[in-house]
Nanobody
Framework: QVQLVESGGGLVQPEGSLRLSCAAS????????MGWYRQAPGKQRELVATITNGDSTNYADSVKGRFTISRDNAKNTVYLQMNNLKPEDTAVYYC?????????WGKGTLVTVSS
């Protein structure tokens, strides 16, 4: 029973910051990678950032230099630090755990960037 629970979303002004958390019910070390995806209304879900157990990361071009993904294996938690937020970052952000056979998804947390 794998559960991923996101938190930290909310309303923030442009240029502001938020930190999202994804708490897993099992050790995240078992997964090939952890990641964050987002989906804006009427848009398809897109990759934001991923991180492997070796701490290799990759980011969407649109968030490079602004977002940082990290993990705390002891807490089974993945974070997404979002700085200099822009209105186009508004979306539901989903936590993803990539296993050998299937992916697991959280229910999402809404981030709204608006003045």
């Amino acid at each position: 029973q794998v559960q991923l629970v996101e938190s930290g979303g909310g309303l923030v002004q442009p240029e502001g910051s938020l930190r999202l958390s994804c708490a897993a019910s099992v050790t995240i070390f078992n997964f090939n990678a952890m990641g964050w995806y987002r989906q804006a209304p009427g848009k398809q879900r897109e990759l934001v950032a991923t991180i492997t157990n070796g701490d290799s990361t990759n980011y969407a071009d649109s968030v490079k230099g602004r977002f940082t993904i990290s993990r705390d294996n002891a807490k089974n938690t993945v974070y997404l630090q979002m700085n200099n937020l822009k209105p186009e970052d508004t979306a539901v952000y989903y936590c993803n755990a990539r296993g050998y056979v299937r992916d697991y998804w959280g229910k999402g947390t809404l981030v709204t960037v608006s003045s």
